[in-house]
């Protein structure tokens, strides 16, 4: 290596150097202001976009689909809580009739204990067994013992096998 190769090279490499930058500056201003260099980038870019405002309505439709469950939500838990006042409000409307009904019956088992134990019994054969159990079961023992005895053997026996098993049940 000779001293004017030397410096022929460091010569060209700084008007190169010189040459360059200010093409660089020019070339990557460009990039800055021009959207697209090549058909294949704004392809790309165009791709992009498409798919960027494919996903943004997808988002809002998730919003709205979101909004409207939450919507929905809250609408069956106010029909849930209507449901559940209505089903307290059966229940007591339940639970007076039972008392009502209670009360009925004792006020039939006092009568049939005032009445003869043979025309008590002649109405105890016709009652459904469910009643005349819970007829018997609100009377003195000796009234019961003797619409027992007057009614027949058969119809006495199921009332009996009943009223025995009416607590196991």
Known sequence: MNLSTVSFKSIFCLAALLFLIPVYHVSHAAENTAQY???EERRLLTALENER???EQERRAVEERKKELKRLEEEV???LDQLQQQRIALEKLLAEKDMV???RINELSKMYEKMSAEKAAQV???LEPDLAVSLLQRMKTKSAAKILNNLNRDKAARLTTD???LDTQ
Do not use: I, R
């Open 77 to 79: 838990d106010k029909k």
């Open 101 to 103: 009904e209670q009360k």
């Open 163 to 165: 009223f025995s098993t």
């Open 37 to 39: 260099s090549s058909v």
């Open 53 to 55: 405002n494919s996903l």
């Open 124 to 126: 105890f054969d016709s």
